[in-house]
């Protein structure tokens, strides 16, 4: 297909996979409408109905449940409550199922369903009205209680013909006298009702009843005793007593059946309502839901078929419509790479008068117009080569004699050098003899410095020490001063006691001679203070003296630290000249080392690039035979030669000799890493001899 040729091959390999994921995406989408509408609308219809089915017959059943005898008031309540759960899960199905779509038959049916679901829910309405009558009467099993109160009416129809009977023949009456211990009075005593009318007549029932019984035991003891007009007190007693009050007990007791009567025929209503309208309803409501059921799984059963139907159609298409694209995208691209596949074989076989034409503009028409212009350009590279290496040829033999004269040059040029690393040699020993002795000299100034800096510190404490002693002499001083005062006042003191003593008479005579020695040893007091005074004034003149020569000697000190800090200075700036002065004469000393291996290295170079240059001629000459293998187009030919068909290749083929671009290849690398190293050489030696 020809628009196939304009696209690109990523075009087309993303146009066949977008095909296929539209067919895969038709194939899901006809799936998810089958599924979609089984999910929403089949599926969710069975369910609404089954659960209608389930719900009515649960209903059904605790109706049915309602009519046992054995349940209590509590337990039929219970019912009621599971009913009305029931009854309102059974109206959210119904109104969810309305709303559902229905099929022609399924709404037919539902149609003929509906009405019977009515009659039963209006049926089990009417049910649940007769069973709450059944519990406001209060009677929980009518049929039993009718039942007990039609023995208790016989037994005592049997009992007072019995007491007739006996007190007729005279006889002792054999039947139950006490009223608590008769069948009525025990059913009386343990029977609980919740019918209030019920109730009450069991209240009224119980006096008479007692009278009875007590009327029979009177008669009975009557009997037994035989007094005189026993017999008609008796009768009298039954007559009077027996007869009515057992008369009023039967009257009770028909009045109590016809209560339960009431609650009995509730009962029979329930269980026809039930038996004749429930259930006949529910029945047929089941069996069309059943239908209708049936129905939906059938429909559902379809659609499913349906759409696994279209699913496969459409996957069957998919896959035609992906080997049909295959088939198509594969031939695209396969003949443009079967022609650019000859056109590589040719070129291998070492034929490069080809060139390849290409209809497509994809990526493999861009490769093949590529690869044709590689050609080209291969082709012209060994007609350069070609050229170049006759060229090279003419340089070898030039560059052998150069390589002869720069090899004696080198030579001579050694020679020379070692001279002058002799001589560097010597500099340098001296050189670092010398930043040796600066070294030492430096060492032995920053010693002096470091003793004129103690000398210095141990001056200043000097000072530091003569300060204190002035000052201490300054406050013995006067601590002098305070002395000749109390020695001064002392001797007024005895003054005034030698006074007193004298105007004392003959009594004061000791205390004058103590006076007197009090005034001497106060005089002499005042001669020591003073002569210690001048001695510490004498002192502290000195002291002052001192201090003066030790602050010159201080400076003096001071100014001996500067100058022998400017000598240690100096001594350590001619050590680190010197030891600048040492590496640079062996730095250089190195580079004449260097200069002389360069030199031993040119001399050596050269002779190699003599032989290299000879070795350089014959790989120029194989070059050149090897490039001769290559069929090379012509310049007019260049562009214009078409692409030769397989036949014609293999014949062309097997009449020239095989090479290969790795035998080309590797000759064009040895000639090209033989150039590169000798004018690496040559320009090693021209930065040596620069340097």
Known sequence: MAFLRKLKIGTKLIAGFVAVALIAGLVGFAGFLGINDISRNKMPSVE?????????????????????????????????????????????????????????????????????????????????????ELDNIGVDDPAKIQYEIALRQKDHYSWIW?????????????????????????????????????????????????????????????????????????WKIYNDVAIPNMKITL?????????????????????????????????????????????NQKAVSAGVAKSVLWMLLFTLAGVAVSIFLGLIISR????????????????????????IQSTTKDEIGQLASAFSHMADKVNRVLSDINMAAEQVSAGAHQMADSSQLLSQGATEQASAVEQITASLEQLSAQTTHNANNAVSASSITNQAMKDALL???????MLVSMEDINESSKRISKVIKVIDDIAFQTNILALNAAVEAARAGQHGKGFAVVADEVRSLAARSANAAKETAEMIEGSIRKVGAGSQLAQDTAKALQNIEKEVSK?????????????????????????????????????ATSEEAAASSEEL??????????????????????????VETPEDSDKQTRKKKKITFEGFKTAAERIAGTIKGLFKKRDQGKGRKAA
């Open 162 to 234: 019995s007491l007739s009977d006996s007190l007729t023949k005279g006889q002792t009456f054999v039947g139950q006298l006490d009223p608590n211990l008769c069948a009525l009075g025990g059913w009386l005593d343990h029977y609980e009702t919740r019918s209030p009318q019920l109730r009450q007549l069991m209240i009224s029932i119980d006096e008479p009843h007692s009278k009875v019984h007590e009327a029979g035991a009177h008669i009975n003891q009557l009997m037994l005793e035989r007094g005189p007009g026993w017999e008609a007190e008796a």
């Open 48 to 132: 609404s109905l089954l659960q209608i089915n389930v719900e009515m017959a649960m209903i059904s059943g605790l109706d049915n449940l309602l009519m046992s005898p054995k349940l209590d008031f509590e337990q039929r309540q219970a019912i009621y409550k599971d009913i009305q759960g029931h009854t309102e899960t059974l109206s959210r199905e119904w109104a969810r199922f309305v709303k559902l779509p229905m099929s022609g038959e399924v709404r037919k049916l539902w149609t003929e369903a509906e009405p019977f679901i009515n009659a039963w829910w209006t049926g089990h309405d009417k049910f649940i009205a007769k069973s709450i």
């Open 332 to 355: 695209a691209i396969k003949q443009p790479l079967q022609t650019l596949l000859q056109a590589s074989e040719k070129i291998a076989d070492g034929d490069l008068n080809v060139h």
């Open 251 to 295: 009257d009770v007791l028909v009045r109590m059946e016809r209560s339960v009567g009431t609650a009995f025929s509730v009962q029979e209503e329930m269980l026809k309502q039930a038996l004749e309208v429930n259930n006949v309803n529910f029945d047929k409501a089941i069996e069309l839901i059943d239908a209708m059921v049936e129905v």
């Open 567 to 603: 000598a240690a200075k100096l001594v350590g700036d001619i050590a680190e000249a010197s030891n600048e002065q040492a590496s640079g004469i062996e730095q250089v000393n190195r580079a004449i080392s260097q200069v002389s291996q360069v030199t031993q290295t040119n001399s």
């Open 617 to 642: 001629s014959s790989q120029a000459q194989m070059l050149k035979f090897s490039v001769n293998q290559f069929r090379l187009k012509t310049d007019e030919a260049m562009f214009e030669t078409p």
């Open 455 to 461: 000398g210095n510190q141990r001056m200043s404490d």
